[in-house]
């Protein structure tokens, strides 16, 4: 069943219990059902990311590519309202403020203000990786004319020297940068990129001394997973919730350049022994050992578009680097197939990075609406609590 469909089937039962409100020990079983059923969707979801599956919209959909980061969002989205049915709809208030919650929700909520940091960087992020694309495009026009010229030639060179600059430079010793582009009468991208001091926000702003890294730690320094019997119970949603909130926010740090992201922890703390994580930890491995040949080799990120579009150039600036024309017949032939997959990689970007940005921003107003919510809840109960005083 896909994921909508078991999600909206989940979320019209509980919906039958909005104006009935339940305590603990008045519909125990129907809890323990709906708190079961919650974690195999989380188990369900992370195990279809782990393995993509080709769809209409996304043939050749792999690990870390636009339309995979694209469907992690989607899955916190639904994880996101499945978390809040449980938790609030339907439910009398003051169970949230009962121990362990009362200290598992504000912790929760904190990590909710830090993942609003990472959704801006991340946007700020994908308007780098737009940059290249640009760059990569003036290459391939430049290479699509027949036959090769000195002139192509050299556009084209230029193009892919400040495309592998640019991207060497996203995690060049690990410092904050800046991306300085111009654009020309007709919106064409200048080839010119300098690295420097901070990161320039082109949308939404972080500071300058912030770093992504550091933001992560933050958000996983005090997860820990319930024990006794509060393992069975809503004390385990919350730490569910957590975990998911952290392994997305990693992982788009991981995929997508971001400030400051030297040192990016790979551990996952989360005990290998819950049945609903075993995907997700594997994700989480599976990601961190490209993250740390990416660190090893200095590379320009885990993102697949990137990846494809930094092999690519490497090898094209091989050729105009050697090129005398006439090109021979066989390199022509072999250049004209790269220039035709760099083209593709180009026109998947272009169709993919603004729908990605909207998503983020979808993501970013979903976690401040369900941050409000639980705010709501909390507060409507401390006014009901000092009534009754």
């Keep these: 069943m896909p994921a909508t469909d078991y999600q909206g089937s989940f979320l019209g039962r509980i919906s039958i219990r909005r104006n009935q409100v339940m305590s603990m020990e008045g519909n125990h079983e129907q809890e323990i059902e709906d708190l079961e059923m919650f974690q195999k969707h989380v188990a369900?979801?992370?195990?279809?990311?782990?393995?993509?599956?080709?769809?209409?919209?996304?043939?050749?959909?792999?690990?870390?590519?636009?339309?995979w980061i694209r469907k992690l969002l989607d899955v916190f989205l639904c994880c996101d309202a499945e978390f809040k049915a449980i938790l609030?709809?339907?439910?009398?208030?003051?169970?949230?403020?009962?121990?362990?919650?009362?200290?598992?929700?504000?912790?929760?909520?904190?990590?909710?203000?830090?993942?609003?940091?990472?959704?801006?960087?991340?946007?700020?992020?994908?308007?780098?990786?737009k940059h290249y694309q640009k760059l990569a495009e003036i290459a391939v026009t430049a290479l699509e004319q027949r036959p090769f010229g000195d002139g192509q030639v050299k556009r084209a060179k230029k193009a892919l020297n400040s495309l592998i600059a640019a991207m060497s430079c996203e995690d060049k010793d690990g410092n904050n940068y800046t991306r300085t582009w111009s654009f020309g009468r007709r919106g064409a991208a200048a080839t010119s990129t300098k690295c420097t001091g901070q990161l320039r926000s082109l949308s939404w702003s972080v500071g300058r001394n912030w770093s992504a890294t550091k933001q992560i730690h933050a958000m996983s320094a005090n997860l820990v997973a319930p024990r006794g019997a509060e393992s069975?119970?809503?004390?385990?949603?919350?730490?569910?919730?957590?975990?998911?909130?952290?392994?997305?926010?990693?992982?788009?740090?991981?995929?997508?350049?971001?400030?400051?992201?030297?040192?990016?922890?790979?551990?996952?703390?989360?005990?290998?022994?819950?049945?609903?994580?075993?995907?997700?930890?594997?994700?989480?491995?599976?990601?961190?050992?490209?993250?740390?040949?990416?660190?090893?080799?200095?590379?320009?990120?885990?993102?697949?578009?990137?990846?494809?579009?930094?092999?690519?150039?490497?090898?094209?600036?091989?050729?105009?680097?050697?090129?005398?024309?006439?090109?021979e017949d066989e390199r022509a032939e072999e250049v004209t197939a790269q220039v035709a997959e760099m083209a593709e990689t180009?026109?998947?970007?272009?169709?993919?990075?603004?729908?990605?940005?909207?998503?983020?921003?979808?993501?970013?107003?979903?976690?401040?609406?369900?941050?409000?919510?639980?705010?709501?809840?909390?507060?409507?109960?401390?006014?009901?609590?000092?009534?009754?005083?």
């Design 44 to 67: 369900d979801r992370f195990a279809d990311l782990l393995s993509p599956q080709p769809s209409e919209e996304a043939p050749a959909q792999t690990l870390c590519s636009i339309s």
């Design 88 to 129: 609030i709809m339907g439910r009398d208030p003051s169970q949230i403020i009962k121990p362990p919650l009362d200290r598992l929700i504000p912790e929760l909520l904190d990590r909710a203000v830090k993942a609003l940091d990472i959704c801006n960087a991340i946007t700020n992020g994908i308007e780098a990786v």
């Design 232 to 327: 069975s119970g809503l004390a385990l949603q919350v730490y569910i919730m957590s975990t998911i909130l952290v392994s997305v926010m990693w992982a788009m740090v991981a995929t997508i350049p971001c400030q400051e992201r030297t040192g990016l922890a790979t551990h996952f703390p989360v005990p290998k022994q819950l049945s609903w994580a075993h995907s997700m930890i594997a994700l989480h491995e599976k990601i961190g050992e490209e993250w740390k040949k990416k660190e090893k080799k200095g590379s320009a990120g885990l993102l697949e578009e990137m990846q494809k579009l930094e092999k690519l150039g490497q090898s094209l600036i091989e050729f105009t680097d050697n090129f005398q024309f006439p090109a």
């Design 346 to 389: 180009c026109r998947r970007m272009e169709e993919g990075l603004v729908p990605l940005q909207m998503q983020i921003r979808e993501v970013f107003h979903r976690i401040v609406r369900s941050r409000a919510e639980f705010l709501d809840a909390l507060d409507s109960t401390g006014k009901v609590s000092a009534t009754a005083i």
